[in-house]
């Protein structure tokens, strides 16, 4: 992840150990029956993508949709034959910055096919992303002008983590917190405060130490406040602006999808106690987050005030768009946007700085690829969501995975229209590897069997009823629900 691993011989090797590692595994451990799905549509999707790749590439002869610039180049050598791509040594390169997130999702998928496996590994994402965001901002307050290990070139006054661009860092800071505030969620979700501060208010009553893990809880909540802070002082607009409506719908799924090991899945009325025991975690959510940035982004506000849509980004989109519409639907090639966009840009604009990038994934991919982005985009967003969605209706209380897919994706879906930060290898990577463990929770099967009618629900309750009076309770304030 340092600096973005957006070296073309960084990307090549750690390509090259990901799929060497998915071979070794898929032989060793094999494929798990719930990730199979997944496993297909991404096998699909690169073999598709390739496909297409080798056909822009390839030599064609005359009457085939070659790039028009290969026939000033026929003028002066006769003998050289066109393709579609503009850059036709360059494409198989950049097709391995798609791999790589793609194999590493993969070996994910293999690796964590359990629920217990899967929810450790994004605990330690979370942990990992919030010490990351510590570091971050203590080298900013204390060197900034130190990237690492390295003397900082650009964004001077922002902070950008592990990364070059601050966006990219925005985005990644972004997809943390969400994380971390999932994990806060699912570590207190049956904590009964009232209980809890009522035996710490009376030290000499009784209470369950061992049914409330506080330094967990600690934890994450420190995690999560200081990522937010990381990413306020990344000052990038839309990525504090995406957090904040991804935040949102976390906490608004999270807070309306009942939680319960044996009740039916869904969104489902609450009772009321628990309805209003909840409504501060997406009702206060907004408010907390407005705090922190009234307190210290001052910056982020300065800049949405004063640039607003007076952006270079925003100035050059008719001209990514015109190229985009003149290449549709065959493309330009993958690595093909440095070279074509020069003729497009408006001198209006501006003509410091050199763009290898449009930032937004969308124009650049269909730019790139042509038709085939769209394609494999709608197959792959629309897998996800399903995915998502069915682990929310099904996992009972492993549906916290489905609500953080959804926020994650809605979070980077967003961030995406106007900047470039899926197509930085270092964060393709990071949000690649979240996301896997999620889809892996989403597609598994509960243990328990849900009583759906209403003379089972009463044949158990008379079952408890009945061991309730063979063995009466122990008399001891209890801190969690299902304690």
């Known amino acids: 992840m340092n600096y ?3 070296d073309p011989i960084t990307v090549a090797m750690a390509t090259g150990f990901v799929y ?3 071979l070794l595994t898929a032989i060793s451990t094999g494929i798990s029956e719930n990730v199979r799905l997944p496993l297909s549509i991404c096998f699909f999707v690169l073999l598709a993508i390739l496909a297409w790749v080798l056909f822009q590439i390839a030599p064609l002869p005359e009457g085939w949709p070659i790039h028009p610039a290969w ?5 002066l050598n006769p003998e050289i034959s066109g393709s579609i791509s503009v850059t036709p040594g360059d494409d198989l390169g950049a097709y391995l910055k798609i791999a790589l997130p793609f194999g590493a999702f993969m070996l994910s998928l293999l690796l964590f096919g359990t629920d217990r496996l899967a929810e450790r590994a994004l605990r330690l994402y979370g942990i990992v992303g919030g010490v990351v965001a510590i570091f971050s901002i203590i080298q900013f307050v204390f060197w900034p002008k130190t990237l690492l290990f390295v003397e900082k070139a650009a964004y001077l ?4 983590g592990f990364f070059v661009n601050r966006n990219t860092a925005a985005t990644f800071f972004g997809i943390v917190s969400l994380l971390l505030f999932a994990l806060l969620w699912r570590s207190t979700k049956d904590v009964q405060f009232r209980r809890l501060f009522a035996a710490l208010l009376q030290p000499g009553q009784q209470w369950h130490k061992g049914s409330v893990s506080g330094w967990s809880n600690l934890i994450y909540a420190l995690l999560f406040v200081m990522t937010l802070l990381a990413l306020v002082m990344t000052k990038s607009r839309a990525g504090v602006g995406a957090t904040f409506v991804s935040l949102s719908l976390l906490g608004i799924l999270l807070g309306a999808t009942r939680y319960s090991r044996m009740g039916t899945a869904g969104f489902t009325r609450r009772p009321e ?15 907390v987050f407005l705090a922190i940035l009234g307190v210290i982004g001052g910056n982020v506000v300065l800049r949405a005030d004063v640039r607003g849509a007076e952006d270079p980004r925003f100035c050059a989109l008719p001209g990514i768009a015109a190229s985009v519409r003149d290449h549709f639907p065959w493309g330009g090639g993958l690595a093909s946007f440095q070279e074509i966009f020069p003729a497009y840009r408006n001198p209006s604009c501006g003509v410091f700085g050199v763009w290898d990038k449009a930032h937004n994934v969308y124009l650049e991919g269909t730019l790139g690829l042509g038709i085939m982005f769209p394609i494999a985009l709608v197959i792959v967003v629309a897998s996800l969501v399903y995915i998502f969605v069915r682990g929310i209706r099904e996992r009972r209380e492993y549906r916290f995975a489905g609500c953080l897919g959804l926020a994650t994706l809605l979070l980077v879906a967003l961030h995406s229209a106007v900047d470039f930060s899926l197509q930085i290898p270092g964060f393709a990577l990071a949000f690649s590897l979240m996301l896997a463990p999620l889809v892996t929770i989403s597609l598994g099967k509960s243990q328990s069997t849900v009583p759906h009618s209403a003379s089972s629900r009463r044949g158990m309750r008379r079952k408890r009823s009945a061991s309730g009076a063979a063995n009466p309770p122990v008399a001891e304030p209890s801190l969690l629900r299902g304690g």
Not at 71 to 75: I, Q
Not at 273 to 287: D, E, T, V, Y
């Open 4 to 6: 973005g691993a957006n």
């Open 20 to 22: 060497i590692l998915l």
């Open 71 to 75: 026939l000033e180049v026929r003028k």
């Open 157 to 160: 006054d922002s902070l950008t």
């Open 273 to 287: 106690g628990r309805l209003l025991r909840r409504l501060w975690l997406f009702a206060g959510l907004p408010l």
